[in-house]
C-alpha cells in the first residue's frame, strides 16, 4: 500500500523556467511533509517542509504548496537550473501524539532534468 | 548545517559474513536514528527505527536477529547484517533528528552500497 505517491517518474524542464514536481498521498495522519533531493550514490538532501498547519511555505527559489483537502502537495523550483538535475523524494510523517513516530513514508521519486 | 555520516560507503564481501555499518551524527545529537533501504529505481524503506538506550524498533517483515542495531550513544548508530547473502546486496541510508525534537528534518548520511557474491 503506497501511501505517498509521485506519479511522474520523470520531467524534464528548461534552464530558467519553472519545475512543478507532484505528490498525492492518502494518510489523513499525515501532518509534516518534506521534500528531499538526491544524486545517485548519496544520500537525500533535505530541501524543504512543510506542516500541516499551513499551505505554503517558500525558502529561495523553492515554494512547497499543501493542499489538505485534496491530500496533495507540490514543489515549485523556479528558475529551474542545470544542477537542480536529481531524483526528489517527497516524505510524510504523522507526529508522535497521532501514533506516528515521525517516521518518515517516501514517495517513489520523480527524476527532474533541466535542459539548457 | 546538520551532518550525517555513514561508513563505508562501500562494501563488497562474500555470502556468510557480517557487514557492520555505522552512522554518525556529526553536529548534534540525536535520541533517534533511521536505518533505510533502497533498491534500484525504488522508494527508501524504513527498516527499522534506533533508539539511544533502547531497543530498536523494526518495520513488519524486516528481521530483527538479520539486520543487528545498536544505538549505544547520542552520536552513533550502528546496523549489523549478521551472515549476509546475495539477496542483502542493497543501498542502505541512515538518517538523523536532532535531540530538539518536534517537526524537524531528518538528515540523511550518503548511504553504503553492499554488494554480497
Known amino acids: 500500500d503506497q501511501q505517498v505517491k509521485q506519479n511522474s517518474p520523470s520531467l524534464s524542464v528548461q534552464e530558467g523556467r519553472i519545475s512543478i514536481l507532484n505528490c498525492d498521498y492518502t494518510?489523513?495522519?499525515?501532518?509534516?511533509f518534506l521534500w528531499y533531493k538526491k544524486y545517485p550514490a548519496e544520500g537525500p538532501t533535505f530541501l524543504i517542509s512543510?506542516?500541516?498547519?499551513?499551505d505554503k511555505n517558500e525558502d529561495g527559489r523553492f515554494t512547497v504548496f499543501l493542499n489538505k483537502s485534496a491530500k496533495h502537495l507540490s514543489l515549485h523550483i523556479v528558475p529551474s537550473q542545470p544542477g537542480d538535475s536529481a531524483v526528489y523524494f517527497c516524505?510524510?510523517?504523522?507526529?508522535?501524539?497521532?501514533?506516528?513516530?515521525?517516521?518518515?513514508?517516501f514517495g517513489t521519486g520523480t527524476q527532474l532534468k533541466v535542459e539548457l | 548545517g546538520a551532518v550525517v555520516s555513514q561508513h563505508p560507503s562501500w562494501v563488497i564481501c562474500k555470502s556468510g559474513t557480517s557487514v557492520k555499518i555505522e552512522c554518525r551524527s556529526l553536529?548534534?545529537?540525536?535520541?533517534?536514528m533511521f536505518w533505510y533501504r533502497q533498491f534500484p529505481k525504488q522508494s527508501l524503506m524504513l527498516m527499522a527505527t534506533?533508539?539511544?538506550?533502547?531497543?530498536?524498533?523494526?518495520e513488519q517483515g524486516v528481521e530483527k536477529d538479520k539486520f543487528l542495531i545498536n544505538h549505544a550513544s547520542l552520536t552513533l548508530s550502528t546496523l549489523t547484517v549478521t551472515s549476509a547473502h546475495p539477496e542483502d546486496s542493497s543501498f542502505y541510508i541512515c538518517s538523523a533528528r536532532d535531540i530538539g525534537g518536534g517537526n524537524q528534518p531528518q538528515h540523511f548520511g550518503d548511504g553504503t552500497r553492499l554488494s554480497i557474491l
Open positions: 553536529d548534534f545529537q540525536a535520541t533517534t
Open positions: 512543510i506542516s500541516s498547519i499551513k
Open positions: 494518510n489523513s495522519m499525515f501532518d509534516y
Open positions: 534506533s533508539n539511544e538506550g533502547s531497543k530498536a524498533t523494526y
Open positions: 516524505a510524510a510523517s504523522a507526529s508522535i501524539l497521532t501514533g506516528g513516530g515521525n517516521k518518515l513514508t
